[in-house]
């Protein structure tokens, strides 16, 4: 499913396995979900993370409670639809999947497992050939400018989605035509997506990378010939603001004043457009410990609260492009947006 050697998100019909991203690099292991509460929890604990692969897991966990109800009227599987739509709140893809595994329930009108498989392998499916497709159109933009470094933020590659990436998807294809000289991957505090993700992923394609300090950016950008940043999004609202990693308002804003490019990639099913503004999207708070302590071991005096809002909202007007399967709007506002519904 992926086009690198990563596999994080595998489907035996019967099981759903994933690649264990809470331990990656120092160990590759794997967690094995049989049902649609343990395929939540792991989304909830970030086994899997990456707004499209959390979408296709809770598709797959649609067919393992599928499974144990045959026949049954679609009813029967609210529950486990309501578990796993509370297991993580930013990413729309989550619900865009649910809400697409939901609709081919109801038009079955009974609980039909095979069925409902069928339509998870093609959310999966499908999110690696808009990926590929993005990858494409990206580099192309890229092209225009010119060859240079490119930053990126969090991870967005093959373990973050259905394979080959969207951000890190656009940074390979435009390597391949010789377009990145290299990547910048900030760490990514506090979860450091980037310093044991986007860098693994990167080192295995054997694609020259830099590993940052979230706070070098701006250093970066204005002595080290960065062209564009690139990230991905976990939700994009119909005016084109875009949620999204925390840190990545801070790097558009410091591209604008740097004169850096900024594009975003992310497929279709990133975007709400039932919201009108990125003011509107729920921002998830995690655990005050994933800031005050590292690999167990406490890095900040125990008296202090810690504030954790893991995403942000950068604004339409910082960004230059946004890339998805469907095409790409430059100067993302309502009226651009529009192209894409
Ligand atoms: O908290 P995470 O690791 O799930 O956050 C992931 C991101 O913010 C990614 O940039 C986003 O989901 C795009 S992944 C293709």
Sequence with gaps: ?????????????????????????????????????????????????????????????????????????PKVLEADFKVLAESRPTAVNLFWALDRMKRCLLELGQVD???????????HEEDLQANLHMGELG??????????NVLTHCNTGS?????????????????KRGLVEKVFADETRPWLQGARLTAWELCQDDIPVHLIADSA???VMKTCGATWVIVGADRIT????????????????????HGVKFMVAAPSSTIDFSLTS???????ERDEDELKSLQGINIAPTGARAFNPVFDVTPAHLIDAIVTERGVVLSPDLDSMAALK
């Design 1 to 73: 499913m992926t086009d690198s050697s990563v596999t994080p998100i595998s489907w035996n019909h019967h099981e759903l396995v994933l690649l264990d991203q809470r331990i990656l690099p120092a160990q590759e292991s794997y967690v094995t979900c049989r049902d649609a509460g343990e395929v939540a929890d792991a989304i909830r604990a970030m086994v899997v993370r990456g707004a499209p692969a959390i979408g296709i897991s809770a598709a797959y966990g649609v067919v393992l409670a599928a499974r144990k109800q045959q026949g049954e009227d």
């Design 113 to 123: 497992a095979e069925a409902l498989e069928r339509e998870a392998v093609a959310i």
């Design 139 to 148: 580099a192309d933009l890229i092209e225009k400018s010119g060859r240079g």
């Design 159 to 175: 373990l973050a989605t259905g394979g080959y990436g969207t951000a890190l998807g656009v940074i390979r294809s435009a390597y």
């Design 217 to 219: 950016a701006a250093h």
């Design 238 to 257: 119909a005016n084109g603001d875009v949620a999204n990693k925390i840190g990545t308002y801070s790097l558009a804003v410091l591209a604008r004043q």
């Design 278 to 284: 990125g003011d509107l999207i729920p921002i998830e």
